[in-house]
């Protein structure tokens, strides 16, 4: 009987811990879309991939998740064409903690935005100033407002909770109509630093510039060369790239040649060309934004969950996205149902024993009521 009692009480007790139990760490769903077709088409169109910090983060007290994220990444998809590993990370609001800063730094994240600031010199800050594309919410006149030479970031999340959010037509239409580069938070600050890193050789016949290697990426850069309104022939130390056209808004190498001014040449890291010289008077380059078009514009899609979700909306366009990458969490299991098992578990033997006493009380068969094995036992030695 005493085994019996202890067999019981432990499987009882193993019951019980099994419906209480929550798991320590927090588990995600896998977006199977990041890594399989839509990330990579995405990803050779022009589009980056960097990380979301959770909500919250700044009061979680450590900043795992800053490597756990570039990991999650890297394991997936690469973060750009020009760079393997993730570059640009979205910030809470506010200033960021020197904690928060020396984890995102050893990551090698070296973007943080868009409603974040920083004195560390380490990072580039992207600011969102170009409102939202979000239908309902989009501002036009933000966009206008912004200088020439300058990025323009919106924003978009395509869910909040169960709602599905839809994009501003009207806006889209007309952002295709001005002469944008369509760029991302990464290309934008690695092209500008390529460009810087351009220099120029001069002889007696031609100018040769070149782009030597640098930064986390293999961005390419521009410069403008002023050769005074006349035309010049190009040789690439390389590959042989082809003529731009004015309607060229997605960063790749190239030359246009502008009449009445000059050359806009995007040269890859790596790389020279050389352009025949026109006389030897003073030679005037500087660097500037691909194509020689008007603004950078890039849409910063944030709590990047679903990568089918967030970019179904704008796969007949030319727009290019940074993508915030952030795991979606399995919501922590309810410990309602729990509680409920454990209280019928605990309930039970009780609920058993005042109907054994009750039924003792109507019987009246004395202080212990006589079981069925008792009665037969009786029966059996008053046989013999």
Known sequence: MGIKVTVNSIAMAIMLVSVTSIPVSAEYREDTW??????????????????????????????DFVGACKDYLNERINSSRWGVDPISFATPKGNISPEFARALHKAGFTIIGDLSQTEDQNFTVINRNGGSIESGLANRSLIESIEEGSLVSLYWVARVDDMNIRR??????????????FTTWGEWATHERSSLR??????????????????PWRTPGTIFYDSQGKSSSLSW????????????????????????????????????????????????????LFNGLEKGLTIAGHH?????????????????????????????????????????????????????????????????????ESLISETIRDIA
Not at 168 to 181: G, M, P
């Open 237 to 288: 130390s390389d590959e042989q790239y082809n003529e731009l056209g004015i309607d060229d808004r997605i960063l790749r190498a190239g030359y246009r040649n502008v009449t009445d001014r000059g050359i806009y040449i995007t040269i890859p890291q790596g790389e020279s060309v050389s352009v025949e010289r026109i006389d030897e008077g003073e030679i005037n380059f500087q660097p500037t």
């Open 168 to 181: 501003d037509r009207q806006l889209v239409s007309w952002i295709l109509e001005q002469d944008y580069w």
């Open 34 to 63: 990041l890594a399989n077709v839509i990330g990579p088409e995405l990803l050779e169109k022009g589009d980056e991939f960097g990380c979301q910090a959770p909500h919250d983060s700044e009061y979680l007290g450590n900043f």
């Open 198 to 215: 351009i220099t120029v050789h001069a002889n007696s016949t031609h100018l040769t510039f070149t782009n030597p290697e640098g930064g």
């Open 304 to 372: 990047a969950t679903n990568m089918r979700e967030w970019s179904q909306d704008f796969s007949d366009t030319p727009l290019r996205f940074t993508w915030l990458v952030e795991r979606e969490e399995i919501p922590a299991p309810s410990l309602f149902l729990p509680a409920l098992a454990m209280s019928v578990l605990i309930a039970t033997p009780i609920a058993i024993r005042h109907i054994i006493a009750k039924d003792r009380t109507q019987l009246k068969v004395g202080p212990l009521m006589e079981t069925p």
